[in-house]
């Protein structure tokens, strides 16, 4: 079910939900991957931002900071979220190294989840098990996403956690 379609970075989202906070897949695309949460460390901030720089990476999350190659920004960005309890935020580990992050905030009235997995990580079910074990942990439901519509494997990821 598609809740909304909104513009934004010139380009059109879906607004998905959680229904009954429910997951039908809850991590289970390949139950067996090497992936694992942890709390954010300082020394993975390096890896993120490098993450970041890549113009395809951005296009497709349609969520970017306005010059991503601004480290000070970035910086900026990133104590904000860590100094935040409210926002829960974890390293994404694929067979012990970084690959990414995800973390969920609350908008003026929902809790929504982002997460952002390096290129090189594409297609290999990473995204769907990250996702999965984080919503084991995160609280509160409903949940939104929001994925551009143009970022198929970002919707089936959301669509296999049951973000419809």
């Known amino acids: 079910m598609i809740c909304s379609i909104n513009g934004r970075a010139n380009r059109e989202l879906l607004g998905c939900n959680m229904i009954n906070g429910k997951q039908s ?6 139950p067996g991957l090497d992936v694992m949460l942890r709390e954010v460390g300082k020394a993975d901030l390096a890896a993120f931002f490098r993450f970041q ?9 349609a969520f ?4 991503p190659t601004d480290q000070a920004a970035f910086d900026a960005y990133c104590e904000a979220i860590l100094t935040d309890r409210i926002i829960p935020i974890q390293t ?3 067979q012990g190294q ?10 003026q009235v929902d809790r929504e989840v982002s997460y952002w997995l390096c290129k090189e990580f594409w297609g290999k079910c990473i995204a769907t098990r990250e996702l999965g ?9 409903p949940i939104y996403a929001w994925g551009a519509v143009d970022n198929l494997g970002s919707i089936r990821v959301l669509e296999r956690n049951g973000i419809r």
């Open 25 to 30: 897949l809850p991590g289970s695309a390949n």
């Open 133 to 141: 074990l984080y919503l084991e942990i995160v609280p509160g439901r």
């Open 53 to 61: 720089l890549d113009p395809e990476a951005n296009y497709m999350a």
């Open 98 to 107: 970084v690959a990414g992050s995800v973390l969920s905030y609350i908008t």
């Open 64 to 67: 970017t900071s306005q010059d």
């Open 92 to 94: 994404i580990l694929f």
